[in-house]
């Protein structure tokens, strides 16, 4: 039986790298901010300072996994399906159905490959903090 060693070269650069003689994964990892896609009217956050705020309303993608944090109040409700938030440029869109139901019997969801995250049936002047998880497997 032969024995073969792994060469550096036989490595795909975009995803390995050899770091004090051993062999790593090189983590790729990416953060967007989200854009409002509803006026201030209608959805704000619990503080009107956090409005603005990047941290409240965000994408993060490590490795092709991907962490939606949505952080916002409707001042209305929202009973119809209604795009509340979307994604900028740049961004990857997930590749399958992302969706989540509230505490309350609402539901949050972006469909396969759009560029927008909707809501339905959320209530007016209720604080929702949602993570929601999608695989971007071409990112």
């Known amino acids: 039986m032969a024995i073969t060693f792994l060469q550096p070269s036989d490595l795909n650069e975009d995803h390995f790298e050899i770091k ?3 062999v790593c994964s090189k983590r790729k990892s990416s953060k967007f901010t989200l854009n409002w896609a509803i006026s201030k009217d209608i959805v ?10 990047p941290s409240r309303r965000y ?6 996994i991907g962490k939606f944090h949505l ?10 399906i209604t795009n509340i938030f979307s994604l900028p440029a740049g961004c990857p869109s997930p ?3 992302v969706e989540v139901q509230t505490h309350d019997g609402g539901s949050l969801f972006m469909t396969a490959n759009a560029r927008v995250i909707q809501g ?3 209530k007016a002047n209720t604080r ?4 929601l998880l999608a695989f971007f497997p071409d990112y």
């Open 20 to 22: 004090k003689g051993k």
């Open 44 to 53: 704000a956050n619990h503080h009107p300072k956090d409005y603005e705020n």
């Open 59 to 64: 994408i993060q993608i490590v490795d092709g």
């Open 71 to 80: 952080d916002f109040m409707p001042k209305k409700d929202i009973n119809g």
């Open 95 to 97: 590749n399958d159905l």
């Open 120 to 122: 339905l049936n959320l």
């Open 128 to 131: 929702y903090i949602v993570d």
